[in-house]
């Protein structure tokens, strides 16, 4: 009985080991096939490649690595466009690509794998492949040269490759549009809302860790407020510092009319604002509700059935596939549902079933309204341009050689049924509240040549554009299209400061753009009065502390000795509306930083500059300004009490037409034009310029370029 029990058990542990073995040959096997698939599906770039020869295009860098894109037709500007980012910042490219075609999380892992549900959920790339060929040839031809661009640099670079993405085409250029707008608006935090299931998914702001743009500024004077008659811009916009949201720098021409100098995004063909010869614009964030949940009164007999005008509709199911990788080349794929309803994309929760509407919904022609504007030779092509009306979003400001300003509240404002209301979720039960319209552009707030010869567009409500008489009239919009009404530190800065100028010079211009103050009729400095009213503390550090506080003079110069402290305890934020009063929560943080640079500096009188700084590489640079001011600069907490600057004031440009419609523009950048490359000479070459507040002219002329050239060559042969 032993032995034939002995048998048995020898027996077992063979089959288990064979079993065993089995499986980690498959296992092998598995990760053998995941990585020949990972390698064998990204190198053919033969028909991409067969066009290359027909772009004729030169690339000149000037002296701080800046591309200069010359080429005989606008798509050979694009294409040369493509080559030099690509030179300069190739791993952002990629992870771009990987996102918007929903394959982040088969590289990076399975946190990603949200962001690859975002692609499938709005059903981006449905659009995009069924509109392209609708879009205007020239847009067409510009989107595939640029795709070409990638693919050549791609195919030179063959050890740098990441899988799922080679080679590019015209339409992944597009759905790089239509996948990132929604995201400035905030649909990805309505979306995690609706996965939390709570119970007013709408209202939200960016969760998912989207990095959006942090406020913005665009400043301008006309002739008549000139103390020379000069026209003066600066386009200024605060973005994060780093990765697919940062600013890159560069200058196209073609034979065509296109010559541009500005910024771009990773992914962007053409420039998205600067200026050319005869104009300039800029854009900031806006705030207007262009997202609605609605709640889906769901069959009870039917899960997948949802009513809609006393009828029973079936939900359009799709079961898609997230390839996550696991481990190394080890990759695994699973299905998730995705839902769409009369109303758009629908999430099914705890709760029940809610669909999303957002502005935009369906258009795929930013690329084709952002080229048109920078064709644009006046302001009526310019308003021409504006009134294809396909960018959902944004603030747009404007000014001329010949002196005209112009500013518009765009947005794409669905025309609500005003019977409902719409602050929170809506019931999705009836064509009544499916809205299908948008406010036409003519009807949106604007501002034309005011009398004061002054804009100012910082993240406000757009009823205080300029100063006096211009102004559009709130009384004209309904609440419904969820206007913002609030007043930014920067808003209420540069009305002071130019509002009180009549004639402005061209050092007041540059002057008032570096402003470091906080106004007095700011929420931050009115929360800051009420708190020292209130404050109590028999503790002496804490008294001194206070003390500190009141002796503040609301400025954010690198030697002020109360900011530091003042800024770390109140936190002022870009947005007035995030802010809130609380004295209890002021009280405790004034605590912990009387204890944190006691700990790290030995001192509570801390300057500002030994707290705020310019760190990349080898740089460590002290920093003025600081959240919601004209010097905008936002900090994230590190090591030894400081902060290191993240966002805000970054690639940002002064343009300028004199009397005589001369034209000269300045720019900088907080770091240099190559973003990726830590040996490069461009790394960090502007950032002391930028810490000191200095720009540097944007070489706009042949013969500039020329005078300040660091080297010339061709896509592919450099």
């Known amino acids: 009985m032993h032995l034939e ?95 918007i075609r929903g394959k982040l999380a088969s590289v990076m892992g399975k946190d990603l794998a949200p962001y690859d549900y975002y692609v499938q959920l709005f059903r981006i790339w449905d659009d995009v492949n069924e509109k392209y060929d609708a879009l205007s040839s020239d847009i067409r031809s510009v989107c595939e040269a640029y795709a070409n661009g990638l693919n050549l640099y791609a195919s030179q670079h063959p050890q740098l490759l990441k899988r799922n993405i080679w080679p590019v085409k015209g339409t992944d250029i597009i759905a790089g549009f239509v996948h990132k707008l929604p995201l400035f608006f905030g649909v990805d935090g309505v979306l995690n809302r609706i996965y939390q299931a709570e119970k007013n998914p709408k209202a939200a702001q960016s969760e998912l860790g989207f990095q959006q743009g942090i406020g913005s500024n665009f400043l301008a004077v006309g002739p008549n407020r000139s103390a020379d008659g000069a026209t003066r811009v600066a386009i200024n916009t605060h973005q994060p510092w780093e990765g697919p949201m940062a600013w890159y720098e560069a200058h196209v021409v073609s034979e065509e009319g296109l010559n541009l100098y500005g910024g771009l995004f990773p992914g962007s063909p053409i420039v998205l604002l600067g200026h050319n010869q005869h104009l300039a614009w800029g854009h900031t964030v806006n705030y207007p509700d262009l997202i609605d949940v609605y709640e889906l009164e769901i069959n009870p007999n039917d899960p997948n059935e949802y009513r809609f005008d006393g009828q029973w509709r079936s939900l359009e199911i799709r079961k898609v596939p997230i390839e996550v990788r696991l481990w190394r080349n080890f990759r695994w794929t699973f299905h998730r549902e995705t839902l769409w309803s009369a109303h758009g994309p629908a999430l099914r929760n705890a709760n029940g079933v809610y669909a999303i509407r957002y502005a935009g919904i369906g258009e795929i022609g930013q690329v084709e309204q952002w080229y048109r504007m920078g064709k644009a030779k006046n302001l009526e092509e310019f308003k021409a341009a504006m009134r ?78 300029t100063i006096g008489f211009g102004n559009p009239n709130p009384l004209e919009y309904s609440s419904v299209f969820g206007i913002e009404d609030v007043m930014t530190n920067r808003s209420l800065r540069a009305r002071e400061l130019f509002g009180n100028n009549s004639s402005v010079t061209r050092k007041d211009f540059f002057q008032y753009k570096f402003d470091k103050y906080y106004s007095q009729d700011s929420v931050l400095v009115e929360s800051i009065h009420r708190f020292l009213e209130e404050a109590m503390s028999e503790d002496s550090e804490l008294v001194k502390a206070v003390d500190l506080i009141r002796s503040w003079d609301f400025q954010t110069d690198i030697k002020n000795r109360a900011a530091a402290l003042a800024i770390l305890t109140f936190r002022p934020k870009d947005r007035p509306a995030n802010f809130q009063y609380d004295y ?135």
């Not at 040959?25 to 990585?35: D, H, M, Q, T």
């Not at 944004?394 to 602050?423: H, I, K, M």
């Not at 005011?450 to 409500?461: D, E, G, I, T, V």
């Not at 690639?651 to 005589?660: A, C, K, N, P, S």
């Open 5 to 99: 029990l002995g048998k048995i058990k020898i027996i077992h542990k063979k089959i288990m080991l064979s079993i065993i073995g089995l499986i980690c040959v498959l296992v092998c096997l598995l990760i053998g096939y995941n990585f020949y698939l990972g390698r064998a599906k990204q190198n053919d770039f033969s028909e991409s490649l067969r066009g290359i020869p027909q772009y004729q295009v030169e690339i000149m860098r000037d002296t701080w690595g800046v591309p200069h894109v010359f080429g005989k037709t606008d798509a050979d500007t694009a294409y040369g466009l493509a080559y030099a980012h690509a030179e300069d910042d190739f791993e952002t490219i990629q992870e771009f690509l990987l996102t």
């Open 388 to 465: 294809l009306h396909a960018i959902p979003m944004f603030n747009t400001g404007y000014a001329d050689r010949e002196g005209n300003l112009y500013y518009v509240y765009n947005a794409l404002l669905p025309l609500r049924n005003e019977q409902y209301d719409w602050s929170g979720c809506v019931k999705g039960n009836s064509s009544s509240t499916l809205w299908t319209r948008y406010l036409p552009y003519d009807h949106l707030p604007q501002v034309e040549n005011p009398p004061s010869a002054f804009l100012q567009s910082c993240n406000n409500n757009p009823f205080q554009t």
């Open 584 to 718: 209890l929560l002021f009280l405790r943080r004034l605590r912990e930083n009387v204890e944190l640079f006691n700990h790290n500096f030995g001192r509570i009188d801390v300057t500002w500059g030994e707290v705020n700084r310019l760190i990349r590489g080898d740089i460590d640079l002290p920093v003025a300004g600081g959240p919601d001011i004209l010097r905008a600069v936002y900090g994230r907490p590190i090591d030894g009490g400081r902060l290191k600057g993240v966002a805000g004031d970054c690639l940002f440009q002064i343009v300028e037409w004199d009397g005589q419609g001369h034209l000269q523009s300045w720019v900088i950048n907080q770091y240099g034009s190559h973003s990726w490359k830590k040996t490069s000479p461009h790394y960090t070459d502007q950032s002391p310029l930028f810490a000191r507040e200095e720009m540097r002219p944007s070489w706009f002329t042949k013969e500039d370029i020329l005078k300040n050239l660091e080297r010339r060559y061709s896509p592919g042969q450099d």
